[in-house]
């Protein structure tokens, strides 16, 4: 059985998406040859925790840990509200940032290349030098973000004669924060020179969309594979719905992912209808944004909220499972054309209607349709939402309210880890 290194920062009991991906990996690559050892930190600052996600790791897995030193840990003597806001991603608006929260930024941005984790790099290398000399390891995986993994997959190689496959969960450069963190012309150049060194430097790259493959076209050479994300749970036709017309949305919503055109919508139904509005729930799973949330109840929808905060992620499916609808909203921006998230393929093996809402262009779109999932929107869409939201409450009104997805099998964490075991064999 060929043995391979995976160089993660996000494993149990982290919580969030970050894990999700190389857990399943994990899971399935000895049923394919392959057994796996992975490298991540003794004492990690997660973002959000879930310790359910422990029992799902293979108790004969070999799991290498060394101490990390994060400066989130330090940020968080002077503010702990703040420095947890950031780690998770909830930046506040350019007019609503505190001084305190602008030298955060700006600090994580300039000081901090390519991010918080930059300092393991070094100890890391050092480590796992000695043990793939004493074990032998020919292969070697990093996975980003956080994008520091990949300089110790860079100095590895530099080091040893092996393979490297570099996975990108999230684009650099490109991914849809970066523009946020006040970074200085220098930050830059070096965020885009270190960019240009993983992508060349590694010996072939995995990504989670065809357009961030599209993006690192153009600016390697080196093989590019498409692993998208996936599910983890048998398919099957829901049991137990919820008794309201339900429209849950499982995850964080940031700041740019607020859609006031949906708001609108459902505000005038629930003006117009007295039926809608005695039926309808918005159900919000997971960190949700101020400013989101201060955008919904401007609509007058803070009646119809059910805000139930961050869970672990068996609960979440709960939740996604009994949904009369499911709500999937991306930023509308050139940077979030690149990103599909997790919970996309968990919504699909869900199977209950999907209101998808993004930008012009997006890999959701096309899965969406060929899989007959849902239905996309973009953010100027108001009539269609509007008409398709009514169809929808109409089928919920005669207990129609289905969808008949298909070609869902190709997304398994299975079927996708046999995909990456072609790309670790070759």
């Given amino acids: 059985m060929k043995k391979v290194l995976i160089i993660t920062y996000y494993w149990p009991p982290a919580g969030g998406p970050g894990v999700q991906r190389w857990l399943k990996f994990v899971k399935y690559l000895p049923d394919f040859g392959i057994q796996p050892v992975v490298y991540c930190p003794e004492n990690p600052s997660y973002p959000t925790l879930d310790p359910s996600l422990v029992s799902e790791v293979n108790t004969g897995l070999t799991v290498l840990k060394t101490p990390i030193s994060e400066p989130y840990k330090w940020a968080q003597l002077f503010s702990k509200s703040k420095t947890d806001h950031l780690s998770k991603g909830l930046i506040s608006s350019q007019k609503k940032q505190s001084i305190l929260e602008k030298l955060l930024l700006f600090i994580r941005g300039n000081f901090f290349i390519p991010d918080a984790r930059a300092s393991w790099v070094r100890p890391s290398v050092s480590f796992l030098s000695d043990y793939i000399t004493t074990h032998q390891i020919d292969t070697i995986i990093t996975t980003g973000p956080p994008h520091s993994l990949h300089l110790i997959g860079l100095k590895l190689k530099q080091l040893h004669s092996l393979k490297w496959i570099a996975d990108f969960r999230d684009p650099w450069t490109q991914i849809g924060y970066h523009k946020k963190l006040k970074l200085s012309s220098f930050a830059k150049k070096k965020h885009q020179a270190l960019e240009r060194e993983v992508l060349n430097g590694a010996d072939e790259l995995v990504v989670t969309s065809l357009q961030t493959k599209q993006l690192f076209s153009e600016l390697t050479n080196t093989p590019i594979a498409v692993i998208t994300n996936g599910f983890d749970f048998d398919i099957s036709n829901p049991r137990s719905l919820d008794s309201k017309f339900s429209l849950s949305h499982i995850g964080s919503l940031l700041e740019g992912r607020n859609p ?71 930023e509308n921006s050139k940077e979030t054309e690149y990103i599909i998230p997790g919970k996309l393929f968990e919504y699909m093996a869900s199977k209950r209607p999907i209101i998808a809402i993004g930008p012009n262009t997006s890999d959701i779109e096309k899965i969406i349709n060929q899989t007959n999932s849902g239905t996309y929107f973009r953010y100027d869409d108001e009539s269609l939402l509007r008409t398709t939201l009514m169809q929808h409450f109409e089928a919920f009104n005669s207990q129609q309210l289905l969808v008949n997805s298909k070609g869902l099998d190709l997304y398994s964490r299975k079927s996708l880890t046999q995909q990456l075991s072609k790309v670790i064999l070759k």
């Fill in 260 to 330: 006031q055109v949906l708001w609108k919508v459902l505000s005038d139904l629930v003006k117009e209808s007295e039926a809608f509005s005695s039926a309808f729930q918005l159900n919000l799973i997971g960190s949700v944004s101020s400013n989101v949330m201060d955008s919904i109840c401007s609509f007058g929808l803070e009646n119809h909220i059910h805000n139930h905060g961050y869970v672990s992620h068996k609960e979440a499916l709960e939740f996604q499972k009994n949904a009369q609808m499911l709500l999937l909203i991306e």
